[in-house]
């Protein structure tokens, strides 16, 4: 049987190689950003894989969740996999935030995947089968300096994923978290450009920096990241569920 995926964020980053690494799988992969040129280039990537379906939109749009699983259910009939990816709020310290920053980092990652979440499950609980993947970040377990916004989200996120596996696990539908650490992608420039800026220091020296607080000696690649995610979307994970996973190279070994 041909497992169905809708990979939310398959642009580029985690998404983006976790769409290529489930159609080299064998599954077929709804792809769904923002920008459909990306998503298109995404989707012929890989020649000679499953196929690949484009969905483009706005995942912050209070409709687009639904209106996205009531429109592949109606393609296939089924739904197997919800990879959740959304980026999450700017980088920021405490003394910067603005009270109504917290609604809105809210509303850029939590209300979405819930969102979907809430959609996607019945159908997952339907037809006895699901794999809900959230991606959320280690600052949802350990804070992060200049990161305030991103943690309280993230663990917002994680605290609710840990609900919702105990409530569907009856119907063998999964849901699990993985916490990417320091991976290269668009996010970890914007993150390493913020850090340099307010610490005064260059960016090369700012990279030094977070290079020293991970064993592996390294930033981690979105390749690495998504082979993890494909373990947990597949059949093999059957028994694991409301699991936090970090993916970060040993950076938080006691958390």
Known sequence: MR???IVLGASHGIGKETALHLREKGYATVLCARDR?????????TPGGEAA???????TSPSFGAAL???????F??????????PGPPPGTFETLHVGDVSSAMELKLVPYLATIKSVAPIMAREGFGRIVNIVGNTGKEPSPGLFLSGLVNAAVSNASKYLASQY????VTVNCIHPGTIRTRRYDQTVEHMSLTSGV???ETENRLRKTIPMDRAGEAVEVAAVIGFLASEESS??????????????TCV
């Open 3 to 5: 497992r169905v995926a």
């Open 37 to 45: 040129d990306a998503l298109e280039k995404v989707a012929h990537e």
């Open 53 to 59: 379906y484009v969905l483009p939109g706005d995942v």
């Open 69 to 75: 699983v009531d429109r592949v259910d109606r393609w």
């Open 77 to 86: 009939g089924r739904i197997d996999v919800l990879i959740n990816n959304a």
């Open 169 to 172: 696990a009856r119907n063998n």
């Open 202 to 204: 260059s960016r090369e």
């Open 239 to 252: 028994f694991l569920t409301g699991q936090q996973i970090s993916v970060d190279g040993g950076q938080l």
